[in-house]
């Protein structure tokens, strides 16, 4: 065991570790994705316990894909921080910010999906293509009859998103990054490949700010392109809240460590 490590952390890092050996060696590692990962709620392969499952799972959907450095430093972020924040709130408090911010940041997410894709599916519809078209479209991938320029254009940017996964703990770290430094602002943290201290009430907002303009640009800067940005702005935002609204009406500021 990991010095420090605290209960529910060590759990939690249990659990994503089975979920990433399933995901290698089940089902020739397609299984585990396609029933563990969270797809469009449009999509056919949508199932509602994805909602959860999908926060214990890494990497891709097969051993090509599979990335063990998303496990690895989400775990590591996880033991880091997690730890901090479970001995400072007890193990209930720190697993509701935890499970709440990985719903937040799948709200977020998916939300952002459907603001881009309702109006551009509806404006298909009005250029005369059936709900059922679009669909077979969505899930093939193909069509066999003559488009405009617009409608192609509009069908490609349907496509990624019905067909969109998401997979990872980051939403749920995020959170419990945000309370971590709602707790300890003056702690002094640094990026791995930017080895300057910055104290966490600059270092957090910063990380979440570059993340909503990657959203939004599509620009990378510290992550991999096909990273669920919103997911990490849904995840801080909540855990922001619930610790904002703990400190209001359960807290003083010498009782953090209680």
């Known amino acids: ?29 397609n299984l585990f994705y396609e029933w563990f990962a969270l797809y469009f709620p449009k999509s056919e392969m949508f199932q509602p316990w994805q909602i959860i499952t999908h926060m214990f799972m890494h990497g891709g959907a097969n051993l090509q894909n599979l990335s063990i450095t998303h496990l690895l430093f989400n775990m590591f972020a996880l033991w880091m921080f997690g730890s901090a924040v479970e001995t400072q709130l007890g193990s209930k408090k720190f697993l509701f910010i935890y499970m709440s911010a990985g719903f937040g940041a799948v709200l977020f997410q998916l939300g952002y999906y459907y603001f881009n894709y309702v109006p551009t599916f509806s404006e298909l519809q009005a250029s005369g293509l059936s709900t059922d078209t679009i669909n077979e479209i969505m899930n093939t991938g193909t069509w066999n009859f003559r488009t405009t320029d617009l409608q192609e254009a509009q069908l490609n940017t349907l496509y990624p998103i019905y067909n969109a996964s998401m997979v990872g703990a980051s939403g749920c770290i995020m959170g419990i990054l945000a309370a971590f430094g709602m707790m300890n602002p003056e702690a002094k943290l640094m990026l791995i490949f930017l080895p300057i201290p910055i104290k966490a009430k600059y270092f957090i907002p910063g ?47 010498n009782r953090w460590d209680r």
């Open 1 to 29: 065991m990991i010095k420090g490590i605290t209960n529910t952390v060590k759990h939690l890092i249990i659990i994503n570790v089975v979920m990433f050996i399933g995901t290698l060696f089940v089902g020739n590692g």
């Open 207 to 253: 990380i979440i700010l570059l993340d909503v303009i990657s959203a939004v640009t599509g620009q990378s800067f510290f992550s991999p392109s096909n990273t669920a940005y919103m997911a990490h702005v849904g995840g801080a935002l909540t855990g922001f809240i619930i610790m904002w609204y703990w400190k209001k009406n359960q807290f003083n500021q």
